[in-house]
């Protein structure tokens, strides 16, 4: 399957686009292709309502989770929420792009679990068509840490992270067959 994934976070040593990438290099073990979208080194201006067109990086963005099988969403949990990139980037997104398709939301939090932005995550994909996995990803406080190759150092993350994707892969594949 092709998978997009877009990291949420314009922060450089991010731990949700650290555990992004872990995921991505995870699902391209098992076979997958990956196109992989961060927010931090391909930022996007600020969604334009009023713009004729959209910038080239935007219709990249839109190509890329056009051709894909399933979309991961990280975030980290801001106020709750998810960060403002993110939000800025879905706001280009919509049904054209996410419509059917399932979709995994990943998001670190500083306090034990960041279950508020996953939720809010939920309803955004919610709102652009897309199905959410019943299954989630939240690293908080200790668990957001990694080694030096990109491994979460937290064993039982490590486990719980690939049972995750074994669910998102059987339903993704459950949906576009
Ligand atoms: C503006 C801002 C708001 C935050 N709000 C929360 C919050 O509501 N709950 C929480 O647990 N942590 C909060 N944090 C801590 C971040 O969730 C934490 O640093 C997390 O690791 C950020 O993800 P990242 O490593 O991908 O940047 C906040 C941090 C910032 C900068």
Redesign the pocket.
């Known amino acids: 399957m092709r998978i997009a994934i877009i990291a949420g ?1 314009n ?1 450089r ?5 650290q555990m992004a990438r872990y995921v991505g290099e995870r699902l391209a073990i098992g076979g997958h292709t990956i196109d992989f979208w961060d927010l931090y080194s391909q930022p996007l201006p600020f969604y334009d309502p009023d713009a004729d067109t959209d910038p080239e990086s935007v219709r990249q963005l839109a190509n890329s989770v056009a051709a894909a099988d399933a979309v991961v969403l ?8 998810v960060s403002g990139v993110l939000k800025n980037a879905l706001d280009y997104l919509g049904g054209d792009q996410f419509d059917g398709k399932m979709v995994l939301s990943i998001s ?4 034990a679990v ?1 279950v ?1 932005s996953l939720q809010h995550l939920q309803v955004i994909v919610r709102n652009v068509h897309g199905v959410n996995c019943p299954e989630w990803i939240s690293l ?1 406080s200790e668990q ?1 840490r990694f080694d030096d190759e990109g491994m979460p150092v937290h064993p039982p993350l490590r486990s719980r992270v690939d049972r995750v994707l074994n669910t998102f892969i059987k339903l993704a594949e459950k949906l576009r067959a």
């Open positions: 976070s922060h040593k991010s731990t949700s686009t990280s975030t980290p949990e801001y106020h709750g929420s670190s939090a500083g306090g960041g508020s908080g957001r």
